[in-house]
């Protein structure tokens, strides 16, 4: 709490301190390598794997964006209040709409979907 | 008693001819104008969100034949154009450093940057496009490519139009906000003690970054 109110009373407000070029060089780097490092995995055969690990790698580099390139890790609490409650509410959109799907009856599903699976042994593609 | 507190403030900043009449000080117009770019922000988290989710959907029905689908997509090219946009990312942060610095031809030089890298990355997406529309890999009943051919095929290049077209809209917009930014630069209009636009405009264009982060290994790798 008094960190805070030193902090506001410093004579560079909050969002516009300054730090050196060589922060974003670093991002920016990251950012490449975890590029290659999709690429890569993504080759790979993992099975149910793939999927789990191209959404870390991604939600990794957009948080590398949104904290450091964004500058939300400077940001107002405000801001960041904003920016977290949108994406929690695209979660929430994603949860309801699963939840749904995952516990209907197969008959309500839409037809010509052959890799619904009910069970994990069930899903052979007709076309395999 | 605002008011009067307003008059002292104002007497504070008499020559900051950016700060408009209703806020008290230049650090609450910019506290307010961040805000509002976050808020649209978020809408801009939700509006592709909803592609994501109809993404998720079909590729939940139709995961065999969306995944011969997505190895139809040019690796290479996409690998590429996530390059260049986080590339391109990385030199708007860097116009937006130069400003606050006060060093405005570097500024400019990396405004350049940014807007070629964004030329670049449509040239790519529309070769893309253009190896679709040859093969016809195309949305709906437009769909006659015969390398793909379960069902749910034509939903994944759907729905691969879709979140890429829309996207690429937001590069052609943000392109042209930074090219805006870029002229108001050259004129000098920005300083270390003025650079918002600059700021926020970089903020469009770290969206545009993110949603390709996202768009990237989902289309083309899974």
Redesign the interface.
């Known amino acids: 709490m008094e960190n805070k109110v030193a902090k506001s009373a410093a004579p560079s407000h909050g969002e516009e301190h300054g730090h050196g070029p060589g922060r974003y060089f670093v991002i920016w780097f990251i950012l490449l390598a975890f590029t290659g490092l999709t690429v890569w995995t993504g080759r790979m055969d993992l099975g149910a794997g793939n999927l789990p690990i191209a959404i870390t790698i991604a939600t990794v580099k957009a948080t590398l964006v949104v904290l450091f390139f964004m500058h939300l890790s400077e940001a107002h609490g405000s801001n960041r209040l904003v920016f977290v409650v949108s994406i929690l509410f695209a979660l929430v959109m994603m949860l309801g709409v699963f939840g749904d799907l995952l516990t209907r009856n197969p008959m309500s599903l839409p037809s010509g979907a052959p890799n619904f699976d009910v069970s994990p042994e069930s899903h052979m593609a007709p076309h395999e | 008693m605002s008011s009067s507190e307003a008059h002292a403030a104002a007497a504070d900043h008499p020559h900051n001819p950016h700060l408009a009449h209703h806020f008290d000080t230049i650090?609450k117009q910019?506290?307010a104008i961040?805000?509002g770019m976050?808020?649209f922000?978020?809408?801009e988290?939700?509006l592709f969100?909803?592609l994501?989710?109809g993404y998720?959907?079909y590729r939940?029905?139709?995961?065999?034949?969306w995944h011969q689908a997505s190895r139809t997509l040019d690796?290479g090219l996409g690998?590429l154009n996530?390059?260049v946009l986080?590339?391109s990312?990385?030199t708007?942060?860097?116009a937006y450093?130069f400003i606050?610095?006060g060093k405005t031809a570097r500024c400019a030089l990396m405004l350049v940057f940014t807007i070629l890298f964004a030329l670049g990355f449509l040239v790519v997406k529309s070769i893309e496009y253009s190896h679709k529309f040859q093969e016809g890999a195309l949305p709906g009943q437009f769909y006659h490519f015969h390398e793909v051919?379960?069902?749910?095929a034509n939903l994944f290049y759907t729905v691969y139009f879709l979140t890429t077209g829309l996207h690429a809209f937001h590069v052609i917009v943000g392109m042209s906000i930074l090219i805006w930014v870029l002229a108001r630069v050259l004129k000098g209009h920005f300083s270390p003690t003025y650079y918002v636009p600059v700021e926020l405009g970089?903020?469009y264009w770290?969206l545009v970054?993110?949603v390709w982060?996202?768009l990237?290994?989902?289309l083309?790798?899974?």
């Open positions: 650090e910019d506290h961040r805000l976050w808020l922000l978020g809408t988290v939700l969100a909803g994501f989710l998720s959907v939940h029905f139709y995961h065999h034949t690796l690998a996530t390059v986080i590339t990312s990385f708007v942060a860097m450093y606050k610095k051919t379960g069902p749910g970089g903020l770290h970054d993110l982060i996202f990237f290994p989902l083309y790798l899974i």
